[in-house]
């Protein structure tokens, strides 16, 4: 069925240094991609998005790269920070659908060292 | 503006009860969509209401059921739990349905089941 997925179930990065979190996706047919930031005790919470006609995207100190020849999906954080610490959560909608279904992945914790 | 608002925070049942989960929509949002999160895992997607129609449902049993109100709140009915039920639940709203609208999640009602 389908599924996203995600490589590492934990990261542990240095203050300052980049991370990189990875996702694979099993839908070839998936439209649009997204990932969520999750803390303790609250919802997820919208980072970015990249929809399937585009490679990459940035935002702010975030970029995400989509490869849909590999149906992989990262997210880039530039110069962690103590408050970057949370689960991040690749998610795909199916495309064509009708509706607002999310799937998502099991999700990386991202533990950043000062 | 308030953001997603969910009601109990925190909510202990007994296995064969009946719980129901509430949740008020961003204002202005007409789409409400459930999701359950088992400790350790991302969302699974239950339903997803526009404008008091149901537009989509996940693999979940039909002691799940949902509705939506005229002023688009919405609230979850779980009949019968189990202990398997015990998840952290959120709500998820947006201004209308298909992939891409952004989501805008709620903190969550933590349901335990004993």
């Known amino acids: 069925g389908e599924s996203v997925g995600l490589h590492l179930p934990t990261l542990s990065v240095q203050e300052g240094d980049n991370s990189i979190i990875n996702c694979a996706y099993s839908?070839?047919?998936?439209?649009?991609f997204i990932w969520y930031k999750q803390e303790s005790g609250k919802g997820p919470q919208f980072i970015i998005d990249?929809?399937?006609?585009?490679d990459k995207r940035q935002g702010q100190r975030v970029t995400v790269l989509l490869n849909k020849t590999v149906k992989h999906l990262s997210l880039q954080i530039a110069a962690t920070q103590p408050g970057d610490s949370a689960v991040y959560f690749c998610?795909?909608?199916?495309?064509?659908?009708?509706?607002?279904?999310?799937?998502f992945g099991t999700g990386t914790l991202l533990a950043v060292q000062p | 503006d308030a953001g997603v608002t969910q009601s109990p925070t925190h909510l202990i049942k007994t296995r064969g009860q009946q719980v129901t989960l509430r949740c008020s929509p961003i204002?202005?949002?007409?789409?409400v969509s459930w999701y359950q999160q088992v400790l350790g895992q991302g969302p699974q997607f239950i339903f997803q209401?526009?404008?008091?129609?149901?537009?989509g449902r996940g693999n979940f049993p039909d002691r799940f059921s949902a509705r939506q109100f005229p002023n688009y709140s919405s609230e979850l009915n779980v009949n019968a739990l189990l202990l398997g039920d015990s998840a952290l639940y959120l709500c998820?709203?947006?201004?209308?349905?298909?992939?891409?609208?952004?989501?805008?999640f709620g903190p969550g009602t933590r349901l335990t089941v004993t």
């Open positions: 998820a709203s947006s201004t209308g349905t298909g992939p891409f609208y952004e989501q805008y």
């Open positions: 839908n070839s047919a998936s439209d649009y």
């Open positions: 990249i929809r399937s006609n585009m």
């Open positions: 998610a795909d909608t199916p495309w064509g659908g009708a509706t607002n279904k999310l799937i």
């Open positions: 204002s202005g949002h007409k789409s």
């Open positions: 209401y526009y404008e008091k129609e149901e537009r």
